[in-house]
């Protein structure tokens, strides 16, 4: 079945240093793949997504690439803010029964910015 | 209202209550999802509604029971719950069939039982 690995946390940066955060993936055929944020007390936000390889999200300063050869979507900052504080969740989307698409997630990584 | 609701955000309830959680989509999507977010674990899916299908996750106790009255309402009747059932359910909608293929969450209803 699929299954995502992401870097385990916690995490703790000083601002304005660099963020890297692993996520490999295992999964047949051509998933999308997504990088999801979750701020203390909210639901998780869609940061970025792509879609086929090569492809790169970005958003809000986060980028990720699509990279097939190596199963991975590694999220990355160039310059972290206090503000980026939040659980990091990467998911891939995959279908399943019928027309349902189902996304799996990793377990998540804690980031926690110093100022 | 925008995005996906959910209420209640918090609830407290015994072993021998029934409650029931809702959720609401403002987005125009076809599809509705259950998730339970527990404590140093990997999000959940419980159930799905896609296009009229229900797809759900065999391994959800019985005591939990969704209802889709439409596109845009999803309900999650609790009961007889059990203390390790005490999560964060996140409720999120889709549009299937299309290219897009992200889920939206709403905020999350906080349950705990005592």
């Known amino acids: 079945g699929n299954s995502v690995t992401q870097m385990e946390g916690p995490v703790t940066l000083s601002e304005e240093a660099f963020l890297t955060i692993n996520c490999t993936y295992t999964a047949t055929g051509y998933p999308s793949l997504f990088w999801y944020v979750q701020y203390p007390g909210e639901g998780l936000q869609l940061l970025l997504k792509a879609t086929k390889a090569d492809d790169k999200g970005s958003n809000k300063g986060f980028e990720a690439t699509y990279r097939k050869e190596t199963t991975s979507f590694h999220l990355e900052k160039g310059s972290v803010q206090v503000s980026d504080s939040a659980v990091y969740f990467c998911a891939l989307s995959q279908f399943s029964s019928g027309s349902a698409r189902q996304l799996t997630f990793g377990s998540g990584t804690q980031l926690t910015v110093l100022p | 209202e925008t995005g996906v609701t959910q209420t209640p955000r918090h609830l407290v309830m015994g072993m021998t209550n029934k409650k029931s959680l809702k959720c609401e989509q403002h987005?125009?999507?076809?599809?509705m999802y259950w998730y339970k977010q527990s404590a140093k674990k990997p999000l959940e899916l419980m159930f799905v509604?896609?296009?009229?299908?229900?797809?759900e996750n065999n391994s959800v106790p019985s005591r939990f029971s969704p209802e889709c009255p439409n596109s845009s309402h999803l309900f999650l009747h609790l009961h007889t719950l059990q203390p390790e059932d005490s999560a964060l359910y996140l409720c999120a909608s889709s549009q299937e069939g299309g290219r897009a293929d992200e889920q939206y969450f709403g905020p999350g209803t906080r349950l705990t039982v005592t």
């Open positions: 509604y896609s296009l009229e299908e229900r797809v």
């Open positions: 987005l125009g999507h076809n599809a």
